[in-house]
């Protein structure tokens, strides 16, 4: 089976520009992110995906494989499909690895990996809530699934809704995924439903035309960067490290 990790690497962000070239620890966030995929071992390929010809130079001057892409891709589902479309590499599983998350644990790689089955399909992650904060939280995506572990829904909102007070498990989304290439052609054509619409959570669209999404459960977390202040959390993550 053959595995790709690609990193889409979007210059331009709206509350904090040009992020994925800013330092940590002297080197570019976007170089933190690929490197973990590539140092865990876990895929044949790892392919930065840039929008920006000082990204492509900088990705350059760090040794690391990377493509050009159009400024048009909105997300990293949209750039991968684009790279493919104009000739980047297909495989079996096509692992999304975010350019703004530096700390992605190698055991979240392995689960993503660990996943079975063929035609369009969709691997992600989630992990156990364990506070109240993380629970009434709108950033923190819940999700529920069924018998065989695919997704039913995610939500910004408390799911399910414990109306008799009976207790149980919540989980938090992990936004990592994997696809298969058959995944990847269908989200092509498919435009945003009215769900992904009102949550703004783009895992709504496959879901609602029927593309399976396995969610494996984790016991880490991603630390996305979108601001100042979450450059400096993860720095002082790492310095722990």
């Excluded at 999404?213 to 400096?232: A, F, R, S, Y």
Aim: aromatic share 8%; charged share 25%.
């Amino acid at each position: 089976m053959k595995t790709i990790a690609y990193v889409p690497a979007r210059l331009q962000s709206t509350r904090f520009p040009e992020k994925i070239l800013k330092p940590l620890f002297g080197k570019p966030l976007m170089v933190w992110s690929y490197e973990n995929a590539a140092e865990s071992n876990l895929f044949d390929e790892v392919i930065l995906l840039a929008d920006d010809e000082r990204t492509v130079e900088l990705a350059r001057s760090y040794h690391l494989n990377v493509l050009l892409t159009s400024k048009k891709p909105q997300s990293g589902t949209q750039r991968i499909i684009e790279a493919i479309e104009n000739g980047a590499p297909r495989a079996d599983k096509i692992v999304n690895v975010q350019a703004d998350e530096p700390i992605i644990h190698r055991e979240m790689f392995s689960s993503l990996l660990s996943g079975s089955g063929v035609g369009p399909r969709i691997w992600t992650l989630k992990k156990k809530i364990e506070t109240k904060e993380e629970l009434t939280e709108s950033n923190v995506v819940k999700v529920i699934t069924n018998v065989d572990g695919e997704a039913l829904y995610f939500s910004r909102s408390c799911i399910p809704f414990d109306r008799d007070n009976k207790g149980g498990d919540y989980y938090r989304h992990i936004g990592l995924y994997a696809y298969t290439f058959e995944a990847l052609e269908k989200l092509q054509i498919l435009s945003p439903c009215s769900l992904e619409q009102r949550e703004m959570l783009e895992q709504l669209t496959p879901l609602y035309y029927k593309i399976p999404i396995q969610v494996m459960e984790t016991n880490h977390v991603c630390h996305g960067v979108d601001t100042p202040e979450d450059l400096k959390k993860v720095e002082s993550m790492l310095s722990l490290i």
